[in-house]
């Protein structure tokens, strides 16, 4: 409410209030540090130091003409990043670790995992490796790089921005009304993926996994298993369109990241169409550098599996992000090395339910976090156990009432979208009343419940 009322319409408000492209991307900066420093200021003066080495690795990589030096340059300021991710990550994640293996306690008090550091850390390492790989120019201005850093749109939760994505709109855009009916809208449209149907799936989900495996039986556990699935995609595609949205009104044309993806036919389709942001990077940036598939077999296997154990551990410091992404890159293998050309011979119900169901038995993964309550989830899933019903709604039925969302979600994550603007063409008035009927229903669920769970707090 806070955000919707308060800080994104005086941002507007100051923002168009000036002409000049200066004095718009400092009041796009100024805000942008505030957003983040919200919290914790002290973490935002980490992602601008972050930023400075960036910066100053960047003026240096520009001014020497020895190959030899511009690589060692390069490679520190790639390390120097790459440490503060994995210090403020991934260090507590190692010392555990070292104790589990070694029987030792070391006394070290726990670091606090700043918000957003992953994604940060992807875009400024995106403008350091295509600045090395002579892809972009240097961005001279500190501010500038910082303004494309710390976007608030975007910020916390992704899409992961390319530096050469919008470089030339940090001093080259273009504002209009329209552009901003058409951002709102779309803002509108992720608030209430997130708001309306990913926190609706979200309480299934809760209710489940929180009670007694005997009462729910493995009917439940698999309806918790399908609607961790809706929450997740409608919670983070929701946050990809308001970051769209919320970029559009100051001018900005952040790329898609999500393309329907739970209409995929395959695993590999599925990648493609799922957090394209993140796939892409990897492939461009460790997948290919690696060899990619221009290797040998082995090597290739090798390469993906590397990629996909690297993909999980971004998504948190667990285990069980990293099994989630090497079960992903046994699929994507066995699709290159003989699935797939089984797959193109079933009809394309059978390929989507093949598709479906090993999405969904990743994400159970993806939420068990602990390994005594993935096995337990999977064994339950992959068992017969009945459900008790009677018991069921005596002790919470508050379940059925979130049922609805379910069919809900499955309609939406539909491409309903392209098939409209196939049809007539929707007036902007009705678009708006739309618009305006899903805000106030985003408000009225913000003023009735504080349930609001936030997954990507781990990134």
């Given at each position: ?15 168009f209030a000036f002409k000049n492209r200066t004095w718009r991307n400092a009041v ?230 999500f393309d329907h993806p739970y209409t995929a036919l395959s695993i590999t389709e ?177 003023l009735s419940t504080k349930f609001n769970p936030f997954i990507y707090f781990r990134?």
């Amino acid at each position: 409410m806070t955000f919707i009322y308060c800080f994104l319409p005086v941002v507007c408000v100051c923002y168009f209030a000036f002409k000049n492209r200066t004095w718009r991307n400092a009041v796009l900066l100024v805000a942008s540090l505030i957003f983040y420093s919200w919290g914790e200021p002290s973490f935002a003066a980490l992602m601008i130091l972050a930023t400075f080495i960036a910066y100053i690795g960047g003026l240096l990589m520009s001014k020497t003409r020895f190959l030899y030096y511009r690589s060692f340059i390069f490679v520190i300021t790639v390390i120097l990043i790459t440490a503060n991710l994995f210090i403020f990550k991934y260090f507590n994640f190692v010392i555990e670790n070292i104790e589990a293996i070694t029987g030792s306690a070391y006394s070290f008090e726990k670091i606090a995992l700043p918000i957003g550091i992953s994604f940060y850390t992807f875009q400024i390492l995106s403008y350091v490796i295509d600045l090395y790989r002579k892809e972009v120019a240097v961005q001279k201005n500190f501010f500038k790089l910082l303004l494309y850093v710390s976007l608030f749109p975007q910020l916390i939760a992704g899409p992961i921005v390319r530096y050469k994505t919008i470089e030339n709109e940090i001093d080259n855009r273009t504002e209009s009304l329209d552009a901003v009916a058409v951002g709102t809208r779309r803002f509108i449209l992720g608030l209430s993926k997130k708001l309306l149907i990913s926190n609706g799936a979200a309480r299934i989900v809760e209710i489940i996994y929180a009670g007694d495996p005997n009462e729910f039986g493995t009917l439940m556990y698999w309806l918790a298993a399908i609607s961790y699935a809706l929450q997740i995609y409608f919670d983070f595609s929701g946050y990809s369109d308001m970051a769209i949205g919320a970029g559009k009104i100051f001018g900005f044309n952040f790329l898609e990241n999500f393309d329907h993806p739970y209409t995929a036919l395959s695993i590999t389709e599925f990648w493609r169409k799922w957090h394209i942001s993140l796939s892409s990077w990897f492939r461009d940036y460790i997948y290919i550098p690696l060899g990619g598939n221009r290797v040998g077999k082995g090597r290739w296997v090798f390469n993906i599996l590397i990629v996909w154990a690297l993909t999980g551990l971004w998504h948190g410091a667990s285990w069980n992000f990293v099994l989630w992404g090497l079960y992903f890159a046994v699929f994507l293998i066995a699709e290159k090395l003989f699935l797939g050309k089984l797959l193109s011979k079933l009809p394309k119900f059978i390929q989507w339910i093949y598709s479906a169901f090993v999405v969904v038995v990743g994400w159970v993964i993806f939420y068990q976090d602990k390994m005594d309550e993935l096995i337990k989830t999977l064994s339950m899933m992959f068992s017969l156990v009945p459900t008790n019903f009677t018991r069921m709604v005596a002790n919470d039925s508050e379940i059925f009432t979130a049922l609805i969302f379910i069919p809900l979600g499955i309609i939406c994550m539909l491409p309903i979208s392209n098939w409209l603007e196939k049809g007539k063409e929707r007036s902007d008035l009705a678009k708006n009343v739309l618009s305006l009927v899903l805000l106030a229903l985003c408000v009225a669920f913000v003023l009735s419940t504080k349930f609001n769970p936030f997954i990507y707090f781990r990134f």
